[in-house]
């Protein structure tokens, strides 16, 4: 171990020294890989496990990759290189034109949340060390994803052109072995799927993602492995559309099956019409009285003591109860704005605005229990507000509980969003509910549905992560303190 308390959170779970990991932390949002690149490097270098003659080696360059190389040249370390398996940074974002990302907005309720920009700019005179030190390696501000991956793509290439940096494309990093005191890392060309020569390093940073995105389902009664493919979360859709980007009116709905922050998502993107839930409660919270303000900023001691007792109580279901609990707070919450008809009166206004035109009584969200999953504040809140409105204006009840997605098939030939599909649901579901207790359902509690699209954001598959990494886990960073 490193003998230093936070680098010892970042090393690799295996008893080899420098060797750390950045890609498999919780939260997971892009502002907080930042975070915790910038942590991670600067503890290196203080500490003298970096120095300017240290051969560093990155794997992965997506926002937590990217950062910690550009964090590493500007200390001036001469040797860095940095792998990926596609051929440009940043890459999962590069194609997505309509995916909104916002650096602050997760942090509600704190003041800045609403700014769109962060590090946050700190009242003249605060003392606390703040997080102006924790430069970003490009100015973070709210934008579409493809900007972003842009914006670290330009960012990028003058310490590739000053030769600090090598960026090494299509590469997969197979495993390295130790030789006088530093390693031996071997790379895989994918593009010509035969092994490079291998590249010497003191200090390993493993970036690489979460794992691989589950948002397909079997083929309703179609052949043993073939999948109903859906949107991945990083493509380019028009869900913000009148006619959620199917081409044609809507009839059948469309559905949403997760529980976690991609499903709420897209949820809130369907029902209002709205970039992100930001631009749904920016418009709210003026409206709240001082004291429903209280109760709606108070939700972060529930969070808070959510995540804290995960150490006393870390078995499975238990987290499922706590979840249920949290989410059962937040309805108190939102319940107490709707039995307030003069301000409820006002927000189901702006609401109305917002949405003017859609067919939002048309959108479901299937969970596998009755309540949402880990997910950030601001999306478990607005999508709860949504479904209040919902339910109260028009009533619409959008949730499916106990309602887990099983299979999925196009009604007509071919595939792709807009055209008609039938949904297999397995019934009386729950949080422990696997993939594999869904493919042995028993036909008593299946039922079948059409929609005119689905959406499957059924998390992430942490078994396809691959170099010695291990399973996701919580890892707190500050939101605006460094």
Not at 94 to 100: I, L
Request: net charge positive; with cysteine.
């Amino acid at each position: 171990m490193a003998a230093d308390a936070l680098l010892d959170q970042f090393q690799l779970l295996y008893p080899e020294p420098n060797i750390y990991r950045l890609g498999q932390y919780a939260p997971v949002s892009i502002r907080d890989q930042i975070v915790r690149s910038c942590y991670l490097l600067d503890r290196l270098w203080v500490t003298g496990l970096l120095t300017v003659h240290t051969r560093l080696l990155i794997i992965g360059a997506g926002a937590a990759g990217v950062t910690a190389t550009m964090r590493a040249a500007r200390y001036g370390v001469q040797q860095i290189t940095i792998a990926d398996s596609s051929d440009r940074v940043l890459s999962l974002q590069a194609g997505c034109s309509s995916r909104w990302i916002d650096p602050a907005q997760y942090d509600w309720p704190a003041r800045h949340w609403s700014r769109g920009e962060w590090p946050i700019r700190e009242p003249k005179g605060f003392s606390w060390p703040t997080a102006r030190f924790i430069a970003a390696p490009v100015p973070l501000k709210a934008a579409y994803a493809d900007d972003w991956s842009a914006d670290f793509d330009l960012a990028l290439q003058s310490y590739l052109t000053a030769g600090s940096v090598v960026f090494m494309p299509f590469s997969k990093v197979s495993g390295w072995v130790p030789r006088s005191g530093a390693y031996l890392v071997q790379i895989i060309d994918l593009s010509a799927g035969a092994p490079v020569p291998s590249v010497p390093a003191d200090l390993i940073i493993f970036a690489g993602g979460l794992g691989q995105e589950i948002c397909s389902v079997p083929l309703l009664g179609g052949a043993a492995g073939k999948d109903y493919p859906g949107l991945p979360f990083w493509s380019t859709d028009a869900f913000e559309s009148a006619d959620f980007g199917l081409g044609h009116a809507v009839s059948d709905g469309v559905l949403v099956s997760g529980a976690g922050d991609g499903a709420l998502q897209d949820f809130i993107r369907f029902v209002t019409g709205q970039k992100s839930a930001r631009e749904v409660w920016r418009v709210v919270e003026p409206l709240l009285t001082p004291a429903l303000s209280r109760q709606f900023d108070a939700l972060w001691h529930w969070e808070e003591l959510t995540a804290r007792s995960e150490a006393f109580a870390p078995a499975y279901r238990s987290r499922c109860d706590r979840l249920a609990a949290l989410h059962a707070r937040y309805g108190y919450v939102v319940d107490a704005l709707v039995a307030n008809n003069k301000t409820w009166s006002k927000v189901a206004a702006v609401i109305a605005g917002l949405a003017a035109g859609r067919a939002m009584d048309k959108v479901f969200l299937a969970l596998k229990a009755d309540h949402f999953d880990g997910c950030y504040p601001l999306n478990r809140l607005v999508a709860l507000l949504c479904v209040a409105y919902l339910w109260r204006e028009h009533g619409h009840k959008p949730l499916l509980t106990f309602c887990a997605v099983r299979a999925a098939k196009p009604v007509l030939a071919g595939g792709g969003w807009g055209i008609s599909v039938e949904v297999e649901f397995a019934l009386g579901t729950s949080c422990a509910t696997s993939t594999i207790d869904l493919k042995s359902w028993k036909k008593s509690g299946l039922t079948t549905r059409r929609f005119d699209g689905v959406v499957i954001r059924h998390g992430i598959d942490p078994y396809t992560l691959s170099v010695k990494s291990a399973r996701l886990r919580l890892q707190q960073v500050p939101a605006h303190l460094p």
